[in-house]
């Protein structure tokens, strides 16, 4: 009896310790929250995500930035949104994003990151896309908009690629449409120096184009 109430101690001990750990990796995000967009600021915690180290940048930084940039737009319009982190102290599993995600009734998902590259001046954007029924129109319709993003360097818009298929869980396993938008090339100099130095107005612009996709697929509910 004594050898079974330790074994049956243990186990209960672990047991709370799976259950505090979630509940861990739960308070960083919007905790209970039901909405009509999901935003998932990727990356996160031990996971910087891409780094331009010239300018001292991480994705996981910026990109939280542009999310609650993109939610503060969304909620003055009358959109109920929840994301999945917001602080940049929670390391989130794909797992752990699409629970949540789908967990909040959300009408769509939209996972929010900045490209990297070995060339500095690489810089374009796109939107990826999973499942292609449930997914490929959404992503559509938020490249289209990120598409018209005002250039770095000044000069026109910025390059684009076109959206394409890609085998993530968050897109996969997630039961709303959803995309991966690859905003911006973190990685690029130009890029680097208005995320860094222009006063949030690269942040801005961004959340600007990602809402008008959002809204153009999903008009207010």
Known sequence: ?????????????????VVFTTAGAAFAQDVGCTGAVAIDPGHGGTDTGAVNKTYGLTEKAETLKVAYELKDRLVADGYSVCMTRTTNEETLSNNDRYVYANATGAKVLVSIHMNGSSNTATDYTTTLFGK????????????????????????????????????SGVLLKSNMPATIAETVFITSNAEA??????????????AQKLKAGIQSYLPMP
């Open 132 to 167: 292609p029924r449930k997914d490929q129109e959404f992503a559509q319709t938020v490249f289209e908009s990120l598409s018209t993003l005002p250039s770095a360097t000044g000069t026109g818009t910025i390059q684009t690629k076109l959206p394409y298929q890609f085998a």
């Open 1 to 17: 009896m004594g050898r079974r109430f330790t074994i049956v101690l243990v186990g209960a001990t672990m047991a709370a310790l």
């Open 193 to 206: 120096n208005l995320l860094k130095n222009g006063g949030g107005t690269r942040q801005t612009e961004i």
